[in-house]
């Protein structure tokens, strides 16, 4: 008999808030090849939240540097994704310096 997964739910929630100030955020390989950026930002209780950063079309991520990166956000908001045992935020910055 094969086993037939339930398809994940998922919930798109519109923008959450708005992002403005310094970022910071790290630049790394993935295991598919391709360069991606995240960042993190602890709770009061300890837990870590992680979020995808994601620009433009513009901007690539050859652009920075392997690791650490600080920039100032000049405009860009956080959206989320909520799936059945969790939540998928990212981070999309439109402007920045």
């Not at 798109?12 to 630049?27: A, N």
């Not at 600080?70 to 920045?96: P, T, W």
Request: hydrophobic share 35%; aromatic share 12%.
């Amino acid at each position: 008999m094969a086993y037939n997964k339930k398809p994940e739910k998922k919930e798109h929630v519109d923008t959450v808030f708005d992002v403005k100030g310094e970022l910071v955020f790290w630049v790394k390989m993935g295991s598919n090849g391709k360069r991606f950026a995240s960042t993190a930002v602890k709770n009061s209780d300890g837990d870590r939240m992680f979020y995808n950063v994601n620009f433009r079309k513009e901007v690539s991520l050859s652009d920075f540097d392997d690791g650490m990166n600080k920039i100032n956000v000049k405009s860009g908001f956080i959206s989320c994704s909520k799936y059945e045992d969790g939540i998928h935020a990212k981070i999309m910055v439109l402007d920045f310096e």
